[in-house]
């Protein structure tokens, strides 16, 4: 397992939003992985989002251990971006997230897993354009 340090601000926009007892993807959005919202290689490392589910997705079984109880995951390709000291925040109305090496993303976004899937089959992405 991978540890991820949550703020208690963190935490408590995840309760506010419900997101509390989801599934939550951690993924790099880089047009990589099975719900990536951009495409393109002009943001493979530097843009974060979380997906949210109702049950795990056995291709996203990195667990991200906090110690708020979150159910947080990752996969192995998303994780090749991230090192130790993971952390998410949430502050100034942005969630943030970085590790002991970079600052990632002020803007790390939220979606629907369900709804981030639609959009492909009737292929829309995410401002509609790719790199």
Not at 7 to 35: C, E, N
Not at 45 to 55: H, P, R
Not at 73 to 98: C, V
Request: proline share 2%; glycine share 8%.
């Amino acid at each position: 397992m991978t540890k991820i340090n949550v703020s208690p601000a963190f935490v408590q926009l995840m309760r506010d939003k419900h997101l509390d007892q989801k599934t939550l993807l951690l993924i790099a959005d880089d047009g990589g992985g099975r719900y990536s919202l951009q495409c393109g290689a002009c943001t493979i490392g530097s843009n974060f989002t979380l997906i949210e589910l109702d049950a795990p997705d056995p291709d996203y079984d990195v667990v991200l251990e906090n110690d708020a109880g979150l159910h947080l995951y990752s996969s192995e390709y998303d994780m090749y971006f991230l090192e130790d000291g993971l952390t998410i925040d949430y502050r100034d109305y942005q969630i943030r997230l970085k590790d002991n090496a970079h600052w990632f993303d002020d803007g790390v976004r939220i979606a629907k897993g369900t709804d981030v899937l639609e959009a492909f089959k009737k292929g829309i992405m995410i401002a509609g354009a790719t790199c």
